[in-house]
Every structure is written in structure tokens, then in C-alpha cells.
């Protein structure tokens, strides 16, 4: 019994004390952690590089100059300095490059290495899209990406230094792009792009409609396309406003809980996750801008954009890039207008004019794409130089991935990822005879070191190139 009064002596205690407006203990702070941004992060550690000097070559910087009889000199995996007819220091390692053609390493736009493996005939390999629902955003790239698809080392061995894996275009929102370092590796970390801010692609178009109209369900038309993408990025502000409360609040009380679909949806909206949009027609290039307008993001780049052209004034003013073909036409009927200039007259216009592969072919031939996309361009009586052509496969798609501070082009202080040609790269008889990235060899073409010895390629003829 007196147990029992002392407990209700101090509960009325403790009444009278909130009665009389004490001041209370501060309520408990939630511990929830921070979102890690980048929970799976990159392993990659550059080539064994040294001092190297690359002498007498063509040199293309992909940054306005074509330079006769030129010098690149690479020290500590960076590009040292970049002249005709430099000095070359003590202590440098000469490659004798008289006759050849030196440009920054290719870099692929859009690529599905490694989420859709060679052979792509294997429907097993096929990883590339969730088709499970219109609205997949909450998946990423990356944890599809199987290192030893024998396409990285063909795309090395074509000059191809960096590339972004997009998911597949089935979806409104297909989920998060990784960019990757093509160095082999057993692991996707080993080759993932330390710093490289990630993409979400979106689709516009065709696909998912076809896709889930197929199935009896939103969306089946482009304005049901349209719609899909408006709720999304409705329901994206509203957890952002919730998630940004709670932050404002000293992130007291419970935490919103973590939806992973909004959380990359709302990385977009705050600037930390760049736009990568398939559409192929001008008007829904036009409408995704209105609804990029409307929601408050940027667009990065609209993928193979076959109808850039007729509105090119209007993504160079956006400051939005066009990564396409020279020449894929007529495979569906939203590709029924495209033309062999589309890149050099987003070029004409001031755009970001990018030649991209989509293809494991073509990835080993994008050089050749874009002397195509020249020779079109100057068919037609547009006068683009090939020092400015070769920025669609390096410095442009550096620009797209949000790389750009640090490859694309043969500068100071750049990453040295660079390749050696064989004859000038808009030739089709160029091939790339060696490859650095960040100032190490990743493929000498005289060096049977280098060749491919995949097991997945047992069988195949010696010479796959």
C-alpha cells in the first residue's frame, strides 16, 4: 500500500508540473541516419602509368584545335601540357606517333553493356529492363552490370575510355544510369567512375506505351505517357516537401519513411541526379520540356532525338544535348523522319550535338559514326571542321555524363584518357593502336598482352575487330 501511494504521489507530481507549464524534457531526436548517397561506391584505381610523351602526331584536343606535328605529355595520370613541338623533358618515355592521330578517349553516351551481355541472344543476358510497372525509378543500373561482358574489351580496343549503362527504355522511368572507367575488372565498382554524378532515363514515346497498353493497362496513348509522368513528379515534391520538414525541424520525431522511387525522383528536382531522356519526336521533346518547366528540373540529354533538328534552336537555348545515330531510320514509326544531318544541325544551331552507339556494334565503330555524320553535314553545304566534329565522341558526351571537369578533351589537368590512331579518326581505315586511361596503357594493339583471352569468347575467330 505505501508502494502504491509513493507511485501516485509522484504521477500527481508530475501532472502538476505540466499544469503549471514547466518546462518539459526536449522530446527524444530521431536517430535516423543519413541517406547515403552512394551506398555502393566505387573501387576503381587507375592503370600503373608513368611519365610518358606522346611525339608528332595530329593532335585533335576536342577543345577547338587540330595541332600539326603535336606533343601530349602525360605525367601522374594527368595531361601534362599539350603544343606543337614541345620539349620533351627528362625522364618521359617517348612513343614515336609521326603520321598518327591522337584524340581524347571515346566516350559512349548511351551504352547497355554489361546489363545486356554478349550474346545478346541469350535472353538470360537481357537485364536491362524492369518491366514490371510504368514507374521502376527505384532501380539502378548498376547492380545489372556484369564486368565480363567480352563487349568492354571490343569497346576498349575501339578507343572506348568511359561509358554510361542506361536501364532500358519499356518504362515512363526505367531507373538510375551508371558511368564506368572501361577497364576490366571482376567487379561493376572497379569500374565505376569515381564522383560521376548518376542519370535517371526516362522514356518517352512508343515503347512504354506499346509496353503497357499490350497489357491492358496506363499508359496506352502519349497522353496517358504524359499523365504517368506528372503524378510521378507530384508525388516526388510531396516527399521531398515531408523529407525537407522534417530536416527544417531538427529532424525530431519519426523520419518519413525512405520510398526509394521518390528518393530518386526527388534527386532529380534537387540537381543531384541528371535527366537522360529517350524521345525520338520533336513534339514530345517539346512536351517533356514543358514538364521539366513545370516540376522545376533540367534536362540533361535527349537520347537518339531523331527529330532534334527541327527544334534545335530550341534544345541549344535549353543548353539541352542530343545523343544519336548518323544514320538508324525507319525501324518504328516515330524514326520515319530521321535524317543523316540530324547532328550537324544541332551542331549549326550552338547545340551539344553527341554520337552515341545503344549497340555493341557500333560502340566499336562510333569514330566511323561520326565521319558519317560529317560527311552528311558537309553533303549538305554545313562546314563543320573536324576539330569540332570530334567533340560528339568525347568532349560532348563528357558534358552529358556531368564529367566534363574531368575528360573530354586533351587539356592541362585533365585525366590523360587518351587514344592513338592509326590513321586520322575520321578515316575508315583508323583504328585505335593504344589506349590510356589516366595515363596507363589499357590496350597497345602490338602487344598480344592486351588481346582478348575471355573465356566467353573461346571458339570465336582471332580477329573479332
Given at each position: 500500500m505505501k508502494h502504491a501511494a509513493l507511485v501516485l504521489l509522484a504521477a500527481t507530481a508530475l501532472a502538476g508540473c505540466a499544469a503549471s507549464g514547466r518546462p518539459q524534457p526536449a522530446p527524444v531526436a530521431d536517430t535516423a541516419p543519413?541517406?547515403?548517397?552512394?551506398?555502393?561506391?566505387?573501387?576503381?584505381?587507375?592503370?600503373?602509368?608513368?611519365?610518358?610523351?606522346?611525339?608528332?602526331?595530329?593532335?585533335?584536343?576536342?577543345?577547338?584545335?587540330?595541332?600539326?606535328?603535336?606533343?601530349?605529355?602525360?605525367?601522374n595520370g594527368k595531361i601534362a601540357a599539350v603544343g606543337a613541338s614541345l620539349a620533351v623533358p627528362e625522364g618521359y618515355?617517348?612513343?614515336?606517333?609521326?603520321?598518327?592521330?591522337?584524340t581524347p578517349g571515346v566516350i559512349d553516351a548511351h551504352s547497355h553493356l554489361g546489363a545486356w551481355a554478349q550474346p545478346e541472344s541469350v535472353e538470360m543476358h537481357n537485364?536491362?529492363?524492369?518491366?514490371?510497372?510504368?514507374?521502376?525509378?527505384?532501380?539502378?543500373?548498376?547492380?545489372?552490370?556484369?564486368?565480363?561482358?567480352?563487349?568492354?574489351?571490343?569497346?576498349?580496343?575501339?578507343?572506348?575510355?568511359?561509358?554510361?549503362?542506361?536501364?532500358?527504355?519499356?518504362?515512363?522511368?526505367?531507373?538510375r544510369t551508371v558511368t564506368l572507367k572501361n577497364v576490366p575488372s571482376v567487379t561493376m565498382q572497379g569500374m565505376k567512375f569515381p564522383g560521376a554524378p548518376q542519370g535517371l532515363k526516362i522514356a518517352c514515346g512508343e515503347n512504354p506505351k506499346r509496353v503497357y497498353g499490350g497489357r491492358g493497362r496506363s499508359p496506352?496513348?502519349?497522353?496517358?505517357?504524359?499523365?504517368?509522368?506528372?503524378?510521378?513528379?507530384?508525388?516526388?515534391?510531396?516527399?521531398?516537401?515531408?523529407?525537407?520538414?522534417?530536416?527544417?525541424?531538427?529532424?525530431?520525431?519519426?523520419?518519413?519513411?525512405?520510398d526509394l522511387q521518390l528518393e530518386t525522383l526527388a534527386g532529380v528536382l534537387k540537381g543531384d541526379i541528371l535527366v537522360q531522356n529517350h524521345c525520338y519526336r520533336a513534339d514530345e521533346m517539346a512536351n517533356m520540356i514543358d514538364i521539366s518547366r513545370e516540376f522545376g528540373f533540367k534536362i540533361r540529354t535527349f537520347h537518339?532525338?531523331?527529330?532534334?533538328?527541327?527544334?534545335?534552336?530550341?534544345?541549344?537555348?535549353?543548353?539541352?544535348?542530343?545523343?544519336?545515330?548518323?544514320?538508324?531510320?525507319?525501324?518504328?514509326?516515330?524514326?520515319?523522319?530521321?535524317?543523316?544531318?540530324?547532328?550537324?544541325?544541332?551542331?549549326?544551331?550552338?547545340?551539344?550535338?553527341?554520337?552515341?552507339?545503344?549497340?555493341?556494334?557500333?560502340?566499336?565503330?562510333?569514330n566511323q559514326e561520326a565521319a558519317a555524320a560529317l560527311s552528311a553535314a558537309w553533303r549538305a553545304g554545313i562546314r563543320i571542321s573536324k576539330a569540332d566534329a570530334v567533340r560528339w565522341f568525347t568532349a560532348n558526351p563528357a558534358k552529358a555524363l556531368g564529367i566534363a571537369d574531368r575528360v573530354g578533351t586533351l587539356e592541362p589537368g585533365k585525366n590523360a584518357d587518351i587514344v592513338l590512331w592509326s590513321h586520322d579518326p575520321f578515316s575508315i581505315y583508323a583504328r585505335a593502336e593504344k589506349v590510356w586511361i589516366d595515363g596507363g596503357i589499357v590496350f597497345d594493339r602490338a602487344d598480344a598482352r592486351y588481346r582478348r583471352h575471355s573465356d566467353f569468347l573461346l571458339g570465336q575467330p582471332g580477329e573479332t575487330r
Open positions: 543519413e541517406i547515403d548517397r552512394d551506398p555502393y561506391p566505387s573501387t576503381y584505381r587507375a592503370p600503373a602509368g608513368g611519365r610518358v610523351a606522346l611525339v608528332g602526331a595530329t593532335v585533335l584536343t576536342a577543345a577547338g584545335e587540330e595541332i600539326a606535328n603535336g606533343t601530349v605529355l602525360i605525367e618515355r617517348t612513343v614515336d606517333a609521326r603520321g598518327k592521330w591522337i537485364d536491362i529492363n524492369e518491366l514490371t510497372d510504368p514507374n521502376t525509378a527505384q532501380v539502378w543500373v548498376e547492380h545489372s552490370v556484369w564486368p565480363q561482358d567480352p563487349g568492354f574489351d571490343a569497346a576498349r580496343e575501339a578507343g572506348v575510355t568511359t561509358l554510361m549503362i542506361l536501364p532500358g527504355s519499356g518504362n515512363l522511368f526505367g531507373g496506352a496513348t502519349r497522353m496517358g505517357n504524359v499523365a504517368g509522368y506528372r503524378k510521378a513528379w507530384i508525388d516526388a515534391q510531396d516527399y521531398a516537401r515531408r523529407r525537407d520538414k522534417w530536416e527544417k525541424d531538427g529532424r525530431t520525431g519519426d523520419a518519413p519513411k525512405r537518339h532525338a531523331n527529330e532534334a533538328y527541327k527544334i534545335a534552336p530550341l534544345l541549344a537555348k535549353e543548353d539541352i544535348c542530343v545523343a544519336t545515330w548518323a544514320s538508324w531510320w525507319g525501324y518504328k514509326m516515330e524514326v520515319f523522319d530521321a535524317i543523316e544531318e540530324n547532328a550537324a544541325l544541332v551542331h549549326a544551331a550552338g547545340g551539344c550535338a553527341i554520337i552515341h552507339s545503344d549497340d555493341p556494334i557500333v560502340i566499336q565503330r562510333l
